[in-house]
T-cell receptor, first 112, second 115 residues
């Protein structure tokens, strides 16, 4: 499984954009990049995933570097509800080549 | 229905007790997972079931015994646990192993305390 490097913590103001970086320099060419988040006292929830192209959904955008060695999760307007630990997880989910293995993640705090 | 339901939400058990955690999903997912999460740590993978067969055991002690009686249910049987086994136990499901790029759904977890 590819190793990841994420900041331990980040702070944001409410209604401002947030860019959460992740380095995954050992990612293989066929691994998707998944992002999950875990709100306090809840199970993790899926945020977004991508392979090569940038991706958008109702929750966030995912920008993937051309060499795929890093990615950035973008929350366009942070809300208090976005305060959570965000996990970047490269890898083939559930396959024999790897599973959804969580690293330390980034704890995002959102100030009103 | 995109829910993974775990019961009970909280469990306190003695070191000599036998108890079970239950997980249920009705999304037609064929892969199900158990994770253990200690306070302020990321979830750690314990077991993976694929098509009701155990495919991965991440060197989990035998006092934890998983069971997948059908495609919708996953149990974790607990016996002779230690206080250090106290943690949040999370269940997850996904469409299947080997299906790249699919999302996993997690339950809210069972908060286990071993006394």
């Amino acid at each position: 499984d590819a190793k990841t490097t994420q900041p331990n913590s980040m702070e944001s103001n409410e209604e401002e954009p947030v860019h959460l970086p992740c380095n995954h320099s050992t990612i293989s060419g066929t691994d998707y990049i998944h992002w999950y988040r875990q709100l306090p006292s809840q199970g993790p929830e899926y945020v977004i995933h991508g392979l090569t192209s940038n991706v958008n959904n109702r929750m966030a955008s995912l920008a993937i570097a051309e060499d795929r060695k890093s990615s950035t999760l973008i929350l366009h307007r942070a809300t208090l509800r976005d305060a959570a630990v965000y996990y970047c997880i490269p890898g083939a989910y559930g396959g024999s080549q790897g599973n959804l293995i969580f690293g330390k993640g980034t704890k995002l705090s959102v100030k009103p | 229905d995109t829910e993974v339901t775990q019961t009970p939400k909280h469990l306190v058990m003695g070191m000599t007790n036998k108890k079970s955690l239950k997980c249920e999903q009705h999304m037609g997912h064929r892969a199900m997972y158990w994770y253990k999460q200690k306070a302020k740590k990321p979830p750690e993978l314990m077991f993976v079931y694929s098509y009701e067969k155990l495919s991965i055991n991440e060197s989990v002690p035998s006092r934890f015994s998983p069971e997948c009686p059908n495609s919708s249910l996953l149990n974790l049987h607990l016996h002779a646990l230690q206080p250090e086994d106290s943690a949040l136990y999370l269940c997850a499901s996904s469409r299947g192993q080997g299906k790249r790029g699919t999302e996993a759904f997690f339950g809210q977890g069972t908060r286990l305390t071993v006394v």
